[in-house]
DNA sequence: ATGAAAGCGCTAACAG
DNA sequence: CTGTTAGCGCTTTCAT
């Protein structure tokens, strides 16, 4: 070996507890351990009397486990509600009480429970995030920036996928809803089922509508997108390069990005009589994008300019184009919505319109802090921006 | 307007309750109300006695909210425990009682309280994930397979982005702690921090790494991914091409991906000699592969080949060999770790060491969901896949 | 400023 | 099989 050499060499350390690892995933179980087997380490003072007749599922004994407040109170010698007072940092408290409570704390390592907060407060500060899919780097960063936001006002989220099935929507809901979190953000897979408005309304608490519109019957606040004004640049810009015959592949008919984008793009086409408008809604998924492709190119009157409604269906879209050797944009100009990670190396670059997930994310978590602070529901509506690029051109002359 | 006009028109319904929403984030405060000020729709029966002396920030009286079990059993003219045992499929109990339980249940709407079951049971059903960017596909899928996974099993997520500090990582594992998680899925931001391994060793809680290593000190569970298998079948490739300079431009020396991938490089190279590694650890940014890309091809003797070790990596390095107009693969080879949505795409196709990351968190969901039916802690190994694609041809003969 | 007591809504002994 | 009872661990009146 010569040559330059990594500054930072490592021994490989094979943790020593660990069997070698040869990729088992269905573990065989246990013959004769089944739940309740589990390890049971046995805390030190296991000795002394049982404190009580009832003993559910004792905790085995960890170093902060098992301490609970009463105890930092026997310890201070003080009453709990003084511990209590301490440590929500209520205002009448003496400076002597704090430093005792708060030395038996530090002694002790207590932490509190906040289960027991929870169900004493009737506020869980948990918030709970229903999304058709969380691996669609749109919502993940939507989910980013709602997660910061709110850990920043110390919510936690609870996250739960719907998998794009409306029917989990509304489960999702219920369930969230059972588990008391404070409030909702709600990126739904589909916003006219009759079982989520029903989820929705049946729960009272606050709920922020993430580029969703729902029946007014359930008050919410929403933060949208305003595709409107990015499809409207993007027809603009297509129709002044002069194309005649412009496609929208879009998502799923029954969540609003799509039928604002469908709107837009019917609206902005009213002043260009001879510009003609398709659309094909569908899915948020490669195939229908793919499926879409295929049929548009294969009809009697192909488009010039497809608008691909979301990153998914853009995969379908430049497979289908790949297929067939087509180019962009010499044979087709394309513009697509939603940015994702590479598109930057394009050759030729995208033309998008973009917008700022994780601004929404962050919106969507103020708009619900600021319900859970007593405010009214709101909307916010952010932008979106429309960047042209080479994959855009004139269309070649009619055939 | 003429020709083909799309299926389905929809009237643009501005939901009726709503301002017309003009893009306002920071809302205002409103000046006299605080928290508290909740609007507070007082239910039905708001005359009658209050039922007891305290009466903490009562819910407003909502379908569900505010029916508890106790309602139930007198509804049902039977005890609060039969109601218990019923709804919690106990095997004692006769059909008459169970028939009269549930149609109080169905007639009040009742829905427990989970809250109230978890302090009592001492048991969650929730999991919490640390994670240092859910925006990260890579993440965001193990997220939506571990989530998946889980819920089929009524656990639910709590999602803690650590944005990749070692401190949050610690915060969020103790934070977490204090919500009770039954369990934890740990994708760790750096496995070297000595407060992360205070935190998890504090904890007796059931952990599952997720691609990392720990001090032995703290017992786990882990799913890993063969990265070295990965990384050898790369390095072959391209010693089998002819190359003699072969880099990896690495993230984090901190995380195992990363020191496993630099092991593996130096090791498959051991057998070839006048084959020269290079490697440059640094973090999973697209800054570090931009600086380290610069940094290589400005050195005196530049690579032939670049293995990008992650996808933020692998924009960095992209963004600085178009910059310099550098064409792939003639000019250089490269490999990334790690797929992302559009590769695909890529002319020339990205020859990519692949694994499945939904499976990934699948199996860190099963791992767990064993660990707490009191299975003892297991590592499991999943594969990688070495793709050969165009993006790798024979080096340029020497200058 | 501090302490005593009364629960939040539920479960699980225990005793019929 | 069903009812009684004693809490889970904490917060919050209410009364000093």
């Given at each position: 070996?010569?040559?330059?050499?990594?500054?930072?060499?490592?021994?490989?350390?094979?943790?020593?507890?660990?069997?070698?690892?040869?990729?088992?995933?269905?573990?065989?179980?246990?013959?004769?351990?089944?739940?309740?087997?589990?390890?049971?380490s046995s805390g030190q003072r296991n000795t002394a009397a049982p404190r009580s007749r009832t003993r559910p599922a004792r905790k085995s004994a960890a170093a902060s486990a098992g301490t609970g407040m009463s105890q930092v109170a026997e310890r201070a010698g003080v009453a709990m509600s003084s511990v209590?007072?301490?440590l929500s940092g209520h205002a009448d408290v003496s400076e002597a009480m704090r430093?005792?409570?708060?030395?038996?704390?530090?002694?002790?390592?207590?932490?509190?429970?906040?289960?027991?907060?929870?169900?004493?407060?009737?506020?869980?500060?948990?918030?709970?995030?229903?999304?058709g899919d969380i691996s669609n780097p749109l919502l993940s960063q939507i989910a980013?920036?709602?997660?910061?936001?709110?850990?920043?006002?110390?919510?936690?989220?609870?996250?739960?996928?719907?998998?794009?099935?409306?029917?989990l929507d509304a489960e999702n809901i219920q369930l969230l809803h059972q588990r008391r979190v404070d409030g909702f953000l709600l990126s739904l897979s589909d916003e006219t089922s009759e079982q989520t408005a029903e989820a929705v309304a049946r729960t009272d608490t606050p709920t922020i509508l993430i580029d969703r519109d729902l029946p007014t019957r359930a008050p919410t606040s929403a933060v949208l997108s305003d595709h409107r004004a990015g499809i409207t640049r993007a027809v603009e810009h297509l129709v002044g390069l002069g194309h005649e015959r412009i496609t929208l592949i879009?998502?799923?008919?029954?969540?609003?990005?799509?039928r604002e984008r469908i709107d837009a793009l019917e609206e902005a086409l009213e002043d260009s009589p001879g510009v003609v408008a398709q659309v094909r809604p569908g899915a948020f998924t490669e195939a229908h994008g793919r499926a879409a492709t295929?049929?548009?190119?294969?009809?009697?009157?192909?488009?010039?300019?497809i608008i691909a409604g979301g990153n998914q269906i853009l995969v379908g879209v430049l497979a289908e184009l790949a297929?067939?050797?087509?180019?962009?944009?010499?044979?087709?100009?394309?513009?697509?919505?939603?940015?994702?990670?590479?598109?930057?190396?394009?050759?030729?670059a995208l033309a998008t319109i973009r917008r700022d997930p994780y601004e929404m994310g962050a919106t969507a978590a103020r708009l619900l802090l600021a319900r859970l602070g007593g405010a009214a529901d709101e909307v916010a509506t952010l932008p979106t921006q429309f960047s042209a690029a080479s994959s855009c051109a004139p269309p070649r002359p009619r055939q």
């Open positions: 070996m010569d040559g330059l050499q990594p500054r930072r060499h490592r021994r490989r350390v094979r943790p020593a507890a660990r069997r070698p690892a040869g990729r088992r995933r269905h573990r065989p179980r246990h013959p004769g351990g089944g739940p309740g087997m589990s390890t049971e209590s007072r301490v430093a005792r409570v708060m030395a038996a704390v530090e002694e002790l390592g207590y932490q509190p429970n906040m289960l027991a907060q929870m169900l004493r407060r009737g506020a869980t500060r948990t918030v709970g995030f229903v999304v980013l920036g709602a997660e910061t936001t709110l850990r920043a006002s110390d919510y936690a989220l609870l996250l739960a996928n719907s998998v794009n099935d409306p029917r879009a998502g799923s008919p029954h969540v609003r990005p799509t295929r049929d548009l190119l294969d009809g009697r009157r192909p488009p010039t300019a297929a067939r050797e087509i180019r962009i944009p010499h044979d087709l100009s394309l513009v697509t919505c939603d940015d994702v990670p590479l598109a930057q190396f394009f050759t030729p």
